[in-house]
């Protein structure tokens, strides 16, 4: 049976994505529905169902360590950007696979939404 998770299936390639980066651990890829100029989703090729649920330190290491490296990729370091991990219901999760947001490439607006 096919793997219900699509963060899992964009991971092992099964699904097509707009990869940016990757390593043994991480996956980075455009978000289909960009709110901002540069927005990449870095994913653990684990699949977390949310933050919730790491065990590991070394898992968000992973994902934050990606998420500087394409901050810096996509030339939004220096000016800034933001990282989101929205987390169940009333963070706005929506996709049940652990992944951080790397948002930038405009002013961003605090308090979010
Ligand atoms: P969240 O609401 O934090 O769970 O974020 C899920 C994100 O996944 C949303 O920003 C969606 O636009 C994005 N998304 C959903 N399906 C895909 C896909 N197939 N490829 C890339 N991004 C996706």
């Known amino acids: ?3 219900p998770c699509l963060f899992c299936r964009i ?3 099964e ?3 707009k990869i940016v980066a990757e390593d043994t651990t991480c996956v980075a890829f455009r978000d289909v529905n960009p709110q901002a100029p540069v ?3 870095v994913i653990p090729r684990a699949h977390v169902p949310s933050l919730n649920e790491v065990a590991s330190p070394a898992l968000l290491a992973d994902v934050m ?3 500087r ?3 810096k990729q996509e030339g939004i370091a220096a ?3 933001r990282v989101v991990l929205n987390t169940n219901g009333d963070g706005g999760q ?3 696979h652990l992944h951080a947001h790397v948002l930038g490439g405009r002013r961003m607006n605090w308090p979010p939404g």
């Open 79 to 81: 000016g800034g950007y």
């Open 1 to 3: 049976m096919a793997d």
């Open 94 to 96: 929506t996709v049940f």
């Open 15 to 17: 699904i097509p994505a």
């Open 11 to 13: 991971a092992s390639g």
């Open 39 to 41: 927005h990449v989703l």
């Open 65 to 67: 360590q990606m998420a």
């Open 69 to 71: 490296e394409v901050a």
